[in-house]
């Protein structure tokens, strides 16, 4: 019932979308991202319901996920996610604890924890529901069409597995054959990502003679082993020091790059997608609240939530500060309690332009341009 | 090789604590083996006297522990009273029943508590886990004896199985495969008696370390990567639950040795058990010494397979020690 | 609020030539020596924030540990308050310890799980021994209160808690003891973005109101020039650069300096995007 608005707008916005002829005639301006031109970026509509969208090779339609929680009502992780991933684009997803981004990670691939209790809508993935797919038919996605890299390095990695078996493995999952073959691809997997003389040393190391930096070059070399078509990397590099987490952007940069991936990056910080992702998702609690091309959203966020977000990590202010300290322009309040259920807006209690409407009813996702969506009442009419 | 120096020599203090100790105990313990010749009225007192000297029961302890050392160096391990000849080899006959036991207990009951426990373990919770836990539970409660007398009545009643010995009188006589499915048979009970008394715990601690391991990130993630989930179980979870599987693998040989002790009274089968028995009432001191040192070198030994199976099962370890 | 502007010139935290060594065997008899702080030395003043910017390893945490006399230096001195810490007693030593409280990037680890979070809040006011029973629930209370967690959260376990809550709990039981020192060892590292920000501005706020005095530890330069009035750069065990937060961002001089500048992710997109790798 609540959903409604956002789908009516959903389905206005496809047909906006799908009016545009020529997707590189219009709004491919002279974009750079580093020295990526991304095309996909501004042509592509945020989600599209009833027609087959040509570039599109991950859809999720109306995800929602729940959890069991102790004593309470069911946790709402996910509630009517919708989106596309455009094949050869980066999809930044930014959300922060509670907001659901590792529950998205994982259900695009049927990875369900033993205590998530109901599961609804659909992926999409080359004409396939990859929530209705068999287990069997699920294992032969994961890690060989699309690839997940898990955050902390630390402990994604098998602790008495040498790094080089462990890549063997997920290349043995998906029928490579023979030693020969086993042993070439490794190879080759490892020196696309260490220099040659070191990836012979990883190869035969164990996780804890490594370093966080070249663990995480591992996950990766996991991840892209099989050559997929998507990879999906949550918060690859939180855990990470500074200087290791630019090393290990630069390192999926280059892939990207090299391999044409298509890529779903999630973080909870704004300023890693700045020059790296196409579009930007920001998801909280559960919800997409906004959806849009990065350069637009991160230069000028729509939503309260996104635009304080951006305002609460302090700048690396280059002038002298005058008259002290000052604070940070923090958002109140805690989005841990947005598990419980209740009306209107999930944002409204901590949002600074709350509005009366927002406490009774749920925002709707509204087209700002053929490109930018905000499910905000402050946009809505306009 | 650090790691394992400082293991042997670990393992060989304990060997000679053990040894000393054993030696003291049955020493000073009351009462000798010619203690009932004294009432023999046949047999004169200067006899005993003459005896007790020659064997040095008179003599002070430190001495005949050096005695006995160097008797042992000679592969004597002391004198046995009632066989009148030396030690070694009358124990090393039933040392070799006893380990045919338990090493066929060992390698049958591990082989099946690891998938049992592994396949529990996967379906955690659910209907098969709750009943192979409660067989678990109730196996745990039946002591030992009750399980070996049961088995027994039941081998009786079925009349196929033979009840007790290892071998059947015939068997000199039986060709090699004829020799071999005899032993096998005269083996059926004691193993399953042991067998039973020590899987319900392996099962049980194999599903722990199991279940455990299988919520940890890295499954999750191997899971992601679509490895199949036979592999995710034998090759992922397995190895990361070693550690405490193979302190439980040292361990389930001490109670498994002490465990035969008693089996092979019930089911007479000639180990150390009846023998060790039978020395220790005729107070045959020597006899008891080398039994008691002899399982003592098993458990040793078995604890040291376990610290090179750890050694080997987790690199962590190598690391930590600098070998 | 610079420290020659605040009133007691006097430090707070005087280290001079800090140096410890962890000696790792290696193999049979050769003995690796780990420089963890090599000649290290500072001064912190009362009321104002010393920041030590650093990757991991390059001894933040073993300076943080010695400072809060959990380790003992190899040599070198510490005065705390004029007090030198080197040559004290074990039983003067607690006495300095509670006035230096630490702040771990998740204090979870430090909570007992099954006591509620005002039994965590009354566990050091306890052993400090010098309130009654019927005084330290509403100085519990006071405390919630004053890192901006409500009272109706007393009896929830650490594990209801939201990582802000957490770190905000953590920082009450530090507060409890009335600490004139506190060492934040990437206390704000694993929170995200906008709870970062709340809990700076927490700590800025109990600095303006108590007067507290801060060590924040910590990768995030940004972070660091935001709430400190001087940072330091350590790399090896050693202070390579040191200076007010306009100076360190605007000139840094040393190469260590630069790098951790450049890897400061930006959200504004007129900077010229990262070299590719």
Same mark, same amino acid.
């Given at each position: 019932?609540?959903?409604?608005?956002?789908?009516?707008?959903?389905?206005?916005?496809?047909?906006?979308?799908?009016?545009?002829?020529?997707?590189?005639?219009?709004?491919?301006?002279?974009?750079?991202?580093?020295?990526?031109?991304?095309?996909?970026?501004? %042509?592509?509509?945020?989600?599209?319901?009833?027609?087959?969208?040509?570039?599109?090779?991950?859809?999720?339609?109306?995800?929602?996920?729940?959890?069991?929680?102790?004593?309470?009502?069911?946790?709402?992780?996910?509630?009517?996610?919708?989106?596309?991933?455009?094949?050869?684009?980066?999809?930044?997803?930014?959300?922060?604890?509670?907001?659901?981004?590792?529950?998205?990670?994982?259900?695009?691939?049927?990875?369900?924890?033993?205590?998530?209790?109901?599961?609804?809508?659909?992926?999409?993935?080359?004409?396939?529901?990859?929530?209705?797919?068999?287990?069997?038919?699920?294992?032969?996605?994961?890690?060989?069409?699309?690839?997940?890299?898990?955050?902390?390095?630390?402990?994604?990695?098998?602790?008495?597995?040498?790094?080089?078996?462990?890549?063997?493995?997920?290349?043995?999952?998906?029928?490579?054959?023979?030693?020969?073959?086993?042993?070439?691809?490794?190879?080759?997997?490892?020196?696309?990502?260490?220099?040659?003389?070191?990836?012979?040393?990883?190869?035969?190391?164990?996780?804890?003679?490594?370093?966080?930096?070249?663990?995480?070059?591992?996950?990766?070399?996991?991840?892209?082993?099989?050559?997929?078509?998507?990879?999906?990397?949550?918060?690859?590099?939180?855990?990470?020091?500074?200087?290791?987490?630019?090393?290990?952007?630069?390192?999926?940069?280059?892939?990207?790059?090299?391999?044409?991936?298509?890529?779903?990056?999630?973080?909870?910080?704004?300023?890693?997608?700045?020059?790296?992702?196409?579009?930007?998702?920001?998801?909280?609690?559960?919800?997409?609240?906004?959806?849009?091309?990065?350069?637009?959203?991160?230069?000028?966020?729509?939503?309260?939530?996104?635009?304080?977000? %951006?305002?609460?990590?302090?700048?690396?202010?280059?002038?002298?500060?005058?008259?002290?300290?000052?604070?940070?322009?923090?958002?109140?309040?805690?989005?841990?309690?947005?598990?419980?259920?209740?009306?209107?807006?999930?944002?409204?209690?901590?949002?600074?332009?709350?509005?009366?409407?927002?406490?009774?009813?749920?925002?709707?996702?509204?087209?700002?341009?053929?490109?930018?969506?905000?499910?905000? %009442?402050?946009?809505?009419?306009? | 090789?650090?790691?394992?120096?400082?293991?042997?020599?670990?393992?060989?203090?304990?060997?000679?604590?053990?040894?000393?100790?054993?030696?003291?105990?049955?020493?000073?313990?009351?009462?000798?083996?010619?203690?009932?010749?004294?009432?023999?009225?046949?047999?004169?007192?200067?006899?005993?006297?003459?005896?007790?000297?020659?064997?040095?029961?008179?003599?002070?302890?430190?001495?005949?522990?050096?005695?006995?050392?160097?008797?042992?160096?000679?592969?004597?391990?002391?004198?046995?009273?009632?066989?009148?000849? *030396?030690?070694?080899?009358?124990?090393?006959?039933?040392?070799?029943?006893?380990?045919?036991?338990?090493?066929?207990?060992?390698?049958?009951?591990? !082989?099946?508590?690891?998938?049992?426990?592994?396949?529990?373990?996967?379906?955690?919770?659910?209907?098969?886990?709750?009943?192979?836990?409660?067989?678990?539970?109730?196996?745990?409660?039946?002591?030992?004896?009750?399980?070996?007398?049961?088995?027994?009545?039941?081998?009786?009643?079925?009349?196929?199985?033979?009840?007790?010995?290892?071998?059947?009188?015939?068997?000199?006589?039986?060709?090699?495969?004829?020799?071999?499915?005899?032993?096998?048979?005269?083996?059926?009970?004691?193993?399953?008696?042991?067998?039973?008394?020590?899987?319900?715990?392996?099962?049980?601690?194999?599903?722990?370390?199991?279940?455990?391991?299988?919520?940890?990130?890295?499954?999750?993630?191997?899971?992601?990567? !679509?490895?199949?989930?036979?592999?995710?179980?034998?090759?992922?979870?397995?190895?990361?639950?070693?550690?405490?599987?193979?302190?439980?693998?040292?361990?389930?040989?001490?109670?498994?040795?002490?465990?035969?002790?008693?089996?092979?009274?019930?089911?007479?089968?000639?180990?150390?058990? *009846?023998?060790?028995?039978?020395?220790?009432?005729?107070?045959?001191?020597?006899?008891?010494?080398?039994?008691?040192?002899?399982?003592?070198?098993?458990?040793?030994?078995?604890?040291?397979?376990?610290?090179?199976?750890?050694?080997?099962?987790?690199?962590?370890?190598?690391?930590?020690? !600098?070998? | 609020?610079?420290?020659?502007?605040?009133?007691?010139?006097?430090?707070?935290?005087?280290?001079?030539?800090?140096?410890?060594?962890?000696?790792?065997?290696?193999?049979?008899?050769?003995?690796?020596?780990?420089?963890?702080?090599?000649?290290?030395?500072?001064?912190?003043?009362?009321?104002?924030?010393?920041?030590?910017?650093?990757?991991?390893?390059?001894?933040?945490?073993?300076?943080?540990?010695?400072?809060?006399?959990?380790?003992?230096?190899?040599?070198?001195?510490?005065?705390?308050?004029?007090?030198?810490?080197?040559?004290?007693?074990?039983?003067?030593?607690?006495?300095?310890?509670?006035?230096?409280?630490?702040?771990?990037?998740?204090?979870?680890?430090?909570? =007992?799980?099954?006591?509620?979070?005002?039994?965590?809040?009354?566990?050091?006011?306890?052993?400090?021994? =010098?309130?009654?029973?019927?005084?330290?629930?509403?100085?519990?209370?006071?405390?919630?209160?004053?890192?901006?967690?409500?009272?109706?959260?007393?009896?929830?376990?650490?594990?209801?808690?939201?990582?802000?809550?957490?770190?905000?709990?953590?920082?009450?039981?530090?507060?409890?003891?009335?600490?004139?020192?506190?060492?934040?060892?990437?206390?704000?590292?694993?929170?995200?973005?906008?709870?970062?920000?709340?809990?700076?501005?927490?700590?800025?706020?109990?600095?303006?109101?108590?007067?507290?005095?801060?060590?924040?530890?910590?990768?995030?330069?940004?972070?660091?020039?935001?709430?400190?009035?001087?940072?330091?750069?350590?790399?090896?065990?050693?202070?390579?650069?040191?200076?007010?937060?306009?100076?360190?961002?605007?000139?840094?001089?040393?190469?260590?300096?630069?790098?951790?500048?450049?890897?400061?992710?930006?959200?504004?997109?007129?900077?010229?995007?990262?070299?590719?790798?």
């Amino acid at each position: 019932m609540k959903q409604e608005p956002a789908e009516s707008a959903l389905v206005k916005t496809n047909q906006t979308g799908s009016s545009e002829s020529s997707p590189f005639s219009k709004g491919a301006e002279d974009v750079n991202f580093g020295s990526l031109p991304i095309r996909f970026a501004l %042509f592509t509509p945020p989600s599209c319901f009833n027609m087959p969208c040509m570039a599109s090779i991950l859809e999720v339609r109306d995800l929602r996920v729940t959890y069991r929680s102790r004593g309470g009502p069911a946790f709402r992780a996910l509630d009517g996610v919708s989106f596309s991933l455009e094949s050869g684009e980066v999809l930044g997803v930014l959300g922060e604890s509670g907001s659901g981004k590792s529950t998205l990670a994982t259900s695009l691939l049927g990875l369900f924890c033993a205590n998530a209790l109901t599961v609804s809508g659909t992926v999409l993935f080359e004409g396939q529901d990859l929530l209705q797919a068999k287990p069997g038919e699920l294992q032969k996605i994961r890690g060989n069409r699309i690839s997940l890299i898990f955050q902390e390095p630390s402990v994604a990695l098998h602790p008495t597995m040498r790094a080089g078996r462990q890549i063997r493995h997920v290349l043995a999952a998906h029928g490579t054959k023979g030693r020969r073959g086993f042993d070439q691809r490794t190879r080759e997997v490892l020196e696309q990502l260490f220099f040659a003389e070191e990836a012979e040393r990883i190869r035969r190391s164990h996780p804890h003679q490594l370093s966080g930096g070249q663990r995480q070059r591992v996950l990766i070399a996991q991840a892209i082993a099989c050559g997929p078509s998507v990879i999906i990397a949550d918060e690859p590099t939180a855990s990470l020091d500074p200087t290791t987490q630019m090393e290990i952007l630069g390192v999926f940069r280059a892939l990207r790059k090299s391999l044409s991936l298509t890529m779903m990056f999630i973080t909870h910080n704004p300023a890693l997608l700045a020059g790296f992702a196409d579009r930007i998702l920001v998801l909280y609690a559960g919800r997409v609240i906004e959806l849009g091309p990065a350069q637009g959203v991160l230069a000028s966020p729509k939503h309260p939530y996104t635009r304080s977000l %951006f305002q609460s990590i302090p700048p690396l202010a280059s002038a002298p500060r005058q008259a002290g300290k000052k604070k940070l322009p923090a958002i109140s309040g805690d989005s841990f309690s947005s598990s419980v259920p209740r009306e209107g807006c999930p944002f409204e209690p901590r949002c600074p332009e709350r509005m009366d409407i927002c406490k009774s009813r749920e925002p709707g996702l509204v087209n700002l341009s053929e490109t930018h969506t905000v499910s905000c %009442f402050r946009y809505e009419g306009q | 090789m650090r790691y394992l120096l400082r293991r042997s020599a670990h393992a060989a203090f304990l060997l000679l604590g053990v040894s000393l100790l054993a030696f003291a105990f049955t020493v000073l313990a009351p009462g000798s083996y010619f203690d009932e010749m004294r009432l023999n009225p046949q047999i004169a007192p200067e006899t005993i006297v003459a005896l007790r000297s020659r064997y040095e029961l008179d003599r002070p302890l430190p001495v005949r522990y050096v005695h006995w050392v160097i008797s042992l160096a000679h592969g004597d391990m002391g004198f046995s009273f009632a066989y009148n000849t *030396p030690v070694a080899p009358l124990l090393l006959v039933r040392a070799r029943n006893t380990l045919l036991l338990t090493v066929t207990v060992m390698l049958l009951a591990w !082989g099946i508590a690891l998938p049992l426990g592994i396949w529990s373990a996967d379906h955690l919770g659910r209907l098969p886990d709750r009943l192979l836990s409660w067989g678990t539970a109730a196996l745990l409660v039946i002591p030992d004896l009750v399980l070996a007398l049961g088995l027994l009545v039941i081998a009786v009643k079925m009349g196929r199985l033979p009840t007790g010995g290892m071998v059947s009188l015939n068997f000199e006589n039986l060709s090699f495969l004829g020799k071999t499915r005899d032993l096998l048979l005269h083996m059926a009970l004691p193993v399953a008696a042991l067998v039973l008394s020590v899987l319900p715990l392996l099962v049980r601690h194999v599903r722990a370390a199991v279940a455990e391991v299988l919520l940890a990130p890295f499954l999750l993630a191997a899971e992601g990567h !679509g490895i199949p989930r036979r592999t995710l179980l034998y090759r992922y979870a397995l190895p990361a639950a070693a550690n405490p599987l193979v302190a439980l693998f040292g361990f389930s040989i001490g109670t498994l040795l002490s465990g035969s002790l008693l089996i092979e009274v019930v089911m007479s089968w000639p180990g150390l058990g *009846p023998f060790l028995l039978e020395a220790i009432l005729a107070r045959d001191i020597y006899v008891v010494i080398g039994g008691v040192l002899l399982s003592t070198l098993f458990l040793v030994g078995g604890n040291f397979l376990a610290d090179l199976l750890l050694y080997w099962a987790d690199p962590r370890i190598r690391t930590e020690t !600098g070998a | 609020m610079t420290a020659e502007s605040h009133e007691t010139s006097e430090p707070l935290v005087r280290v001079e030539n800090l140096v410890k060594h962890y000696s790792k065997r290696k193999l049979v008899g050769s003995v690796e020596e780990v420089r963890a702080l090599d000649g290290v030395s500072f001064s912190i003043f009362r009321g104002t924030t010393l920041a030590i910017v650093g990757e991991s390893g390059s001894g933040k945490s073993t300076l943080a540990f010695c400072l809060a006399c959990f380790e003992k230096p190899t040599s070198g001195n510490l005065w705390f308050e004029e007090t030198s810490l080197s040559g004290l007693k074990e039983k003067d030593r607690r006495v300095i310890r509670r006035q230096i409280q630490l702040i771990f990037q998740d204090p979870a680890n430090s909570f =007992n799980p099954r006591w509620s979070v005002l039994e965590i809040l009354t566990e050091p006011l306890v052993l400090q021994g =010098n309130l009654s029973r019927d005084e330290m629930h509403p100085r519990a209370q006071a405390l919630l209160e004053q890192v901006g967690l409500s009272s109706h959260l007393g009896e929830k376990l650490p594990s209801e808690l939201s990582g802000g809550q957490r770190q905000r709990l953590g920082i009450a039981r530090a507060l409890g003891l009335r600490p004139k020192l506190l060492i934040l060892d990437e206390a704000l590292s694993a929170l995200d973005c906008s709870v970062q920000a709340q809990i700076a501005n927490l700590l800025m706020e109990l600095q303006a109101s108590l007067g507290m005095t801060y060590l924040f530890i910590s990768h995030d330069l940004a972070m660091a020039a935001h709430l400190a009035d001087e940072i330091a750069v350590m790399s090896r065990g050693q202070i390579v650069e040191q200076g007010a937060p306009e100076e360190i961002l605007t000139h840094p001089e040393n190469r260590i300096t630069r790098e951790l500048l450049a890897a400061v992710p930006r959200l504004d997109l007129s900077r010229p995007p990262l070299a590719e790798s």
